[in-house]
């Protein structure tokens, strides 16, 4: 297996006394008060936080889907305002992050190859043919060979979970931005996504700041932050051989399913899949499945999302 350490110091994510604060009527809420943070090429960073701490807040805005009150923002070597341009914050969402939250956020109305080929569709530099073989490799990457035509509410909630994986990998994003991706999952479905994740991480060396509640998961990580009230408490590095003992339990764990589906099916599919881009996170992301009609509304909120202003919250 490769190595597990972040062999580089190279900062992808710069955060210099970051604030949020949101106005609800017209009361300020502060949800973030001054983070300092660096994210580096290829790292898994874990996020643990009391309820209300700011995780979701710090995920929007690392992700450009909410834009800081004050403080300094670099993202892959530009710098984030409330004065940068949309597009070029569009295009940086579509391009270069991918989004997996907790609720699965699929379109209803579509099934598994049609979800994942919607950032492609939506990014538009794919062919017709391209968009659909990229689908299907990015499904049998995650496992999903055999569920490619189905419709989300044909799926268990790992495989839900696994499509928004595969959507989120669709435009090959640099880094992944994921807010509790397990949290709605049993423990055979939560050990599924994390071999995934961590294949990913590794292998692809694609970077990802994961929101979790799950203290299992700080083991996998390179390190570990601490949010609370709005503030970083604490960052912790991992061990490396905490870490590669993590990681050579939960890959050799004893359930061949699991293992086939997280790198058995990605081992043999590896050389069909090229270096790719992409995703969104939604608007509708934090609602839950069920609220989600497959409206065209939908398909708004994402296509919105992507290439339109999403500044959605009111802020003081
Ligand atoms: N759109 C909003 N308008 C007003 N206040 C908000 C908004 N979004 C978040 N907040 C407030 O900001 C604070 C941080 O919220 P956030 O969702 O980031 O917490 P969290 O750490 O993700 O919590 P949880 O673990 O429960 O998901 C909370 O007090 C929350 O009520
Ligand atoms: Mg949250």
Not at 115 to 136: F, K
Not at 237 to 251: E, G, H, S, W, Y
Request: aromatic residues 4%; proline residues 3%; negative net charge.
């Amino acid at each position: 297996m490769a190595t597990t350490t972040i062999d580089n110091d190279e900062v992808i994510v710069s955060c210099e006394n970051i604030h949020k604060t949101y106005l609800l009527g017209l009361e300020g809420v502060p949800a973030l008060r001054g983070i300092a943070l660096d994210v580096y090429h290829g790292e898994l960073l874990v996020v643990y936080g009391t309820s209300g701490g700011g995780k979701s807040t710090l995920l929007n805005i690392l992700g450009t889907i909410d834009v800081p009150t004050k403080g300094n923002l670099a993202l892959f070597d530009h710098r984030v305002t409330d004065r940068s341009p949309d597009q070029m914050l569009a295009a940086m969402r579509s391009k270069k992050l991918g989004f997996v939250f907790q609720s699965f956020n699929l379109l209803s109305t579509m099934t598994s190859i049609e979800n994942v080929s919607l950032p492609m569709i939506v990014l538009g530099e794919r062919s017709r043919d391209e968009i659909r073989e990229r689908a299907i490799a990015l499904l049998k990457e995650v496992g999903l060979g055999h569920r490619l035509d189905h419709y989300p509410s044909m799926l268990s909630g790992g495989e839900q979970q696994r499509v928004t994986i595969a959507r989120a990998l669709a435009n090959d994003p640099q880094m992944l931005l994921l807010d509790e991706p397990t949290g709605d999952l049993d423990s055979k479905n939560t050990d599924l996504i994390m071999k995934i994740l961590l294949r990913l991480n590794i292998e692809r060396r694609i970077t990802m700041v994961m929101v979790t509640h799950d203290v299992y998961m700080k083991q996998y990580a390179h390190r570990v932050l601490y949010l609370r009230d709005g503030k970083v408490h604490r960052i912790e590095t991992i061990d490396k051989d905490v870490r590669q003992r993590a990681l050579d339990d939960l890959i050799n764990s004893s359930d061949e399913q699991l293992h086939q589906a997280a790198w058995g099916i990605a081992q043999s599919t590896k050389m069909s899949i090229k270096k790719s881009p992409e995703e969104y996170a939604t608007a509708s992301a934090q609602r839950p499945l069920s609220s989600l009609d497959g409206t065209d509304e939908d398909m708004d909120s994402i296509v919105q999302l992507l290439f339109a202003n999403t500044r959605r919250s009111s802020t003081v």
